[in-house]
């Protein structure tokens, strides 16, 4: 099994930024893809950014040019960069990995954009 460990959320107000980090765990040979997801209330879970282990990246496109994701593959560890944030952006965001036959999540952490 792969343990996800997110860390980094928190209450900012609009036009700031926030890192949040997600570290990986346990039997994690063959994960390729690791991602953020986010679920506010109210609506469904949506992909917010996505990292190959080749450091191929895709974005939503309502977070493109402001969200930044990245790995530190020697630390088992993906990274999402928050710029710019709106109170759209408020969600409970989830880290995800990805090998073949196989998906793992994280608990979840709380991102809350409010002034």
């Known amino acids: 099994q792969v343990q996800l460990v997110e860390s980094g959320g928190g209450l900012v107000q609009p036009g700031g930024s926030l890192r949040l980090s997600c570290a990986a765990s346990?039997?994690?040979?063959?994960?390729?893809?690791m991602g953020w997801y986010r679920q506010a209330p109210g609506k469904q879970r949506e992909l917010v950014a996505r990292?190959?282990?080749?450091?191929?990246?895709n974005y939503a496109d309502s977070v493109k040019g402001r969200f930044t994701i990245s790995r530190d593959n020697a630390k088992n560890t993906v990274y999402l960069q928050m710029n710019s944030l709106k109170p759209e952006d408020t969600a409970a965001y989830y880290c995800?990995?990805?090998?073949?036959?196989?998906?793992?999540w994280g608990q979840g952490i709380q991102v809350i954009v409010s002034s």
């Open positions: 995800n990995a990805v090998r073949p036959l196989q998906t793992f």
């Open positions: 990292i190959t282990s080749g450091g191929i990246t």
């Open positions: 346990g039997t994690i040979f063959s994960i390729n893809v």
